[in-house]
């Protein structure tokens, strides 16, 4: 990370105070720099450590250099500074592991995860490491999101919404902006972490038989309600009781989404009626909205890529 070039950076090192005060002096330097911790090392001697801050209007970016240590937040630290927000952890060299609310996150280079600054949490490195740590005021992510995120779990920036997340602390970091343009990127990565940490995490191995249990009932409540004008995500979590976000994560985690799957089972519908001599008094707009489909046009576009051709061709062609 550069020099700080101007008055919305500051820097600390531990560099600038002799050896045998060094780690006391991080101690001071990291409360300053974030929040109360309680850091504790096993090194001998002097301690190195470095943190260049950018402030970026409600948010700031910081670049942490130091050696190995174990650091807590703990709930003495919590009582004495509160405060309610996030830090999200991009781990640049090293490793480490985050814990938070009973989960645990090994971070490894382009590994990123976040903490919660009103609970205990604890922050393991056993080397020397190199993180970028965002900090995200609470209201500002949970206002981009359906429910509290989930804490101590990792985020791979190697592709997709992670890696965006990843360049936008990069261009941050390597001091190319304007600190207003700065600022203004700032607040969209905490845009795209909403969006990372919205997605549906991999359940635990002991959940998955839970989430296949959960999987059969909400596709039989679609099937039972398929041609209800209200079918929706919240009317069948609200049926088997559970919330809209672990619906999704269920569908999530069987490869496919609820919407694909009302869908698709309102095409099947459509298509065997389409075919069924006995519907042959009923016009395609009824067919289609006996299946359930409201939109006609919405229904037309999906049964010529589902099946290659229209439903009236298809009536024409193997329906008489």
Known sequence: MPPPPGPSWSQWSTSAVPARDQFTYWREMICEAFLDLTPQTRQRGGFRGRVVQQALG?????????????VQRTEADIARAPRHGYYANLQVRGSSLTSQDGRRAVLR???LTLVHTARPFTMDFDGDFRQLSLHVPGPLLEAQLDAPPRTATR?????GVGAAVRHALGAIVRNELH???????????????AVALDRPAPPEP?????HERLLAAARADIEEHLTDDDLSPTTTASRLGISVRLLHQVFAGAGGTYTTRVRDRRLDKAH????????ARLRVI????????ADVTHFHRAFRRRYG???????????G
């Open 58 to 70: 409600p948010l700031d970016l910081a670049g942490i250099d130091s050696q190995a240590q174990h």
């Open 109 to 111: 280079p382009g590994d």
């Open 155 to 159: 985020i791979d920036t190697t592709a």
């Open 179 to 193: 600190p207003d343009a700065a600022a203004t990127l700032a607040v969209h990565t905490a845009g795209l972490l």
């Open 206 to 210: 002991g959940r998955v038989r839970g």
């Open 272 to 279: 065997r009626d389409l075919l069924d001599p006995s519907m």
């Open 286 to 293: 009824d067919v289609a909205a006996e299946a359930g489909f």
């Open 309 to 319: 051709c229209t439903p009236g061709t298809l009536r024409r062609r193997d329906g």
